[in-house]
Antibody, heavy 120, light 112 residues
Framework: VQLVESGGGLVQPGGSLRLSCVAS????????MSWVRQAPGKGLEWVSV???????YYADSVKGRFTISRDNSKNTLYLQMNNLRPDDTALYYC???????????????WGQGTMVTVSA | QSALTQPASVSGSPGQSITISCTGT?????????VFWYQQHPDKAPELIIY???NRPSGVSFRFSGSKSGNTASLTISGLQAEDEADYYC????????????FGGGTKLTVL
């Protein structure tokens, strides 16, 4: 199982970016898929989840600005980020669990992350 | 401020044991056994080392063990090795209507 993120970059405050997470040897619609971010030198912060059944949730810090979605035909998870702020600067990981462990709700599969920098 | 509270740093000598605490509330750590620990080496993605409070994924050393009492979870690493030097994060799946997963602020383990 492999996850590969892309789409990060440098954006001005108020700008937008769309992150992508392509899954291999795994179907994104079969399990919960999350975005977790890590600001430089800081800890992990859960951002959003899209469950297999379609339920979606967001952290309060991004609610109303970020949108999680998936394209089953492309086996890809997305994170549309609008109205970006400097405190959104972070390495964004796509994360999920293997089928064996998913009933315990861990993140045992992680991508390598894609860096988002919000700065003027 | 992180939802779960961990010490910022711990240290130990090779061969010793250390314990990292993780304090939450009755809506996260205290609510379920969905408590996890992650190890993160510099410039690497986190790796799950404990799930369901005390279970180790396949391939994780028996030297890592987890426990929970009330709203506080703990990670113990026995027989410290140089390769254990890393950041450790606790996490919990929560009953909150907003934040479904919460993390601790992380603990830097230094092997002296």
């Amino acid at each position: 199982v492999q996850l590969v993120e892309s789409g990060g970059g440098l954006v001005q405050p108020g700008g937008s970016l769309r992150l992508s997470c392509v899954a291999s040897e795994f179907t994104v619609s079969s399990n919960y898929m999350s975005w977790v971010r890590q600001a430089p030198g800081k800890g992990l912060e859960w951002v959003s989840v899209l469950y297999s059944g379609g339920d979606i949730y967001y952290a309060d810090s991004v609610k109303g600005r970020f949108t999680i979605s998936r394209d089953n035909s492309k086996n890809t998870l997305y994170l549309q980020m609008n109205n970006l702020r400097p405190d959104d600067t972070a390495l964004y990981y796509c994360a999920t669990s293997t089928p064996v462990l998913k009933r315990y709700y861990p993140f045992d599969v992680w991508g390598q992350g894609t860096m988002v920098t919000v700065s003027a | 401020q992180s939802a779960l509270t961990q010490p910022a740093s711990v240290s130990g000598s090779p061969g010793q044991s250390i314990t990292i605490s993780c304090t939450g509330t009755s809506t996260d750590v205290g609510a379920y056994n969905y408590v996890f620990w992650y190890q993160q080496h510099p410039d690497k993605a986190p790796e799950l080392i404990i799930y369901d409070v005390s279970n180790r994924p396949s391939g994780v050393s028996f030297r890592f063990s987890g426990s929970k009492s009330g709203n506080t979870a703990s990670l113990t690493i026995s027989g410290l090795q140089a390769e254990d030097e890393a950041d450790y994060y606790c996490s919990s799946y929560t009953s909150s209507s907003t934040s479904h997963w919460v993390f601790g602020g992380g603990t830097k383990l230094t092997v002296l």
